[in-house]
C-alpha cells in the first residue's frame, strides 16, 4: 500500500504560481512511477504531467500539451515527495489536483494506469 497526501493548492491570479506536493508513505517511493490528474468541475479527470525512471539515475518526464511549458513535474525520491511547480496558470487551470503512484510503466497518461491516489488539492485561478 502507498499513501499519498497532497498540499499547496489555494487561490491564485491568473499569470500567478503554485508549487504542488505530494507526500507518499508505504511501499518504496523510487519504485513507483508517479502522476499528477486534474478535475474540474462537470468535467472527466484529466492527466496532466508524469514521471519514471528511465535506466539509470533519469527520469522520464512527459506532460499534457496543455501544461507543457508553464508545468514542471519533479521528486525527490529521499523525502519521498512528488512536486508540480505551476507557472503562468491560467483560469482554466482551476480544477482538484490529485497525484498518483504507479507500478506499471506504460500508459501512464491515463488514470486507469495508477494503483494509488491522494485525496487531491483545490486550485483555483482567478481571471
Known amino acids: 500500500q502507498v499513501q499519498l497526501v497532497e498540499s499547496g493548492g489555494g487561490w491564485v491570479q491568473a499569470g500567478g504560481s503554485l508549487r504542488l506536493s505530494c507526500a507518499a508513505s508505504?511501499?518504496?517511493?523510487?519504485?513507483?512511477?508517479m502522476g499528477w490528474f486534474r478535475q474540474a468541475p462537470g468535467k472527466e479527470r484529466e492527466f496532466v504531467a508524469t514521471?519514471?525512471?528511465?535506466?539509470?539515475?533519469?527520469?522520464?518526464?512527459y506532460y499534457a500539451d496543455s501544461v507543457k511549458g508553464r508545468f514542471t513535474i519533479s521528486r525527490d525520491n529521499a523525502k519521498n515527495t512528488l512536486y508540480l511547480r505551476m507557472n503562468s496558470l491560467k483560469p482554466e487551470d482551476t480544477a482538484i489536483y490529485y497525484c498518483?503512484?504507479?507500478?506499471?510503466?506504460?500508459?501512464?497518461?491515463?488514470?486507469?494506469?495508477?494503483?494509488?491516489w491522494g485525496q487531491g488539492t483545490q486550485v483555483t485561478v482567478s481571471p
Open positions: 498518483a503512484a504507479a507500478a506499471r510503466v506504460s500508459g501512464l497518461d491515463t488514470s486507469n494506469a495508477y494503483d494509488y
Open positions: 508505504g511501499r518504496t517511493f523510487s519504485d513507483y512511477a
Open positions: 514521471t519514471r525512471l528511465s535506466g539509470g539515475w533519469t527520469y522520464y518526464l
